[in-house]
């Protein structure tokens, strides 16, 4: 057995020839404990299947007589968009690949008449289920981090090492003036503030990024975005939005409006 240190992964394997898909079953359950094989032998019992049953990756053949591989993808994916697909076909062309790719497929593999194929696709599967669980846990992370943010009641911005805003809450866009996030389009940090107080602000910025540490709360000046100018105690700390690294920005007390 392949040692794989992760929850186990069901896979249902959809081939119109109930031998091979027994053989491939058989021999991935074998040697990778870690998988649960479950077999159907054309696309509409397949995704019955997984109404029924769900599953964490569908491999699928390509030649088959109700619909063939592609098709198959096409309807899953109107109900199940994130669900990982390998395509896994003894008709391979040029064309069935690009169309594949073009179908959204999230991997390819030609059969062949060895099982080390077996051995390439476990991997695969793993690979595929691997990258949309971790696509899944970053979405509920940043769904969390929105729920945090967008809740507090002190103005919150994020900026990426750009300058440019990641994100910002409702708060900071009450302390802005401005109606939603879409008039922040474009708009970088240093715009955001009195131009007299920009090069200690781009300072901070760039070695919290260099650094990856907190800046001191330090009073700026912010223009809003209907002229007046608001004095702030802004506290900056590093941290990651949507795999990227960002400047939090709260402004911890408004001083006065000018």
Not at 103 to 132: C, P, S
Not at 151 to 172: C, H, Q, R
Request: aromatic share 8%.
């Amino acid at each position: 057995m392949t040692a794989y240190q992760s929850d186990s992964v069901t896979v249902l394997h959809v081939d119109d020839e109930p031998g091979l898909c027994e053989v491939v079953a058989e021999f991935l359950e074998h040697r990778h404990g870690w998988l649960d094989v479950e077999t159907a032998t054309d696309a509409a019992s397949g995704i019955e299947y997984v109404r029924q049953d769900g599953v964490d990756c569908v491999v699928s053949d390509y030649d088959m007589p109700d619909k063939d591989g592609l098709e198959f993808l096409r309807s899953l994916r109107k109900e199940y968009p994130d669900l990982p697909f390998i395509l896994y076909t003894g008709k391979g062309s040029e064309e069935i690949a690009s169309d594949a790719i073009s179908a959204g497929v999230d991997d390819y593999l030609q059969k062949e008449a060895t099982t080390d194929q077996y051995e390439v696709l476990a991997n695969r599967i793993k690979n595929v289920v691997d990258r949309q669980r971790a696509q899944s846990a970053a979405a509920a992370a940043d769904e969390r981090y929105h729920n945090l943010i967008d809740t507090a009641p002190v103005p919150v911005m994020l900026f990426k090492e750009s300058g440019s805003i990641a994100y910002v809450n409702d708060a900071a866009l009450d302390f802005l003036e401005v109606a939603d996030a879409t008039a922040l389009d474009g708009v970088t940090m240093p715009e955001l503030l009195v131009e007299d107080d920009r090069d200690e602000a781009l300072g901070r910025f760039r070695k919290l990024f260099e650094d990856g540490d907190p800046a001191p709360e330090t009073e700026f000046r912010v223009r809003a975005f209907d002229g007046t100018v608001k004095r702030a105690v802004v506290a900056t700390a590093p941290g990651i939005y949507r795999d990227q690294q960002v400047a939090q920005a709260v402004a911890r007390r408004v001083l006065e409006t000018e």
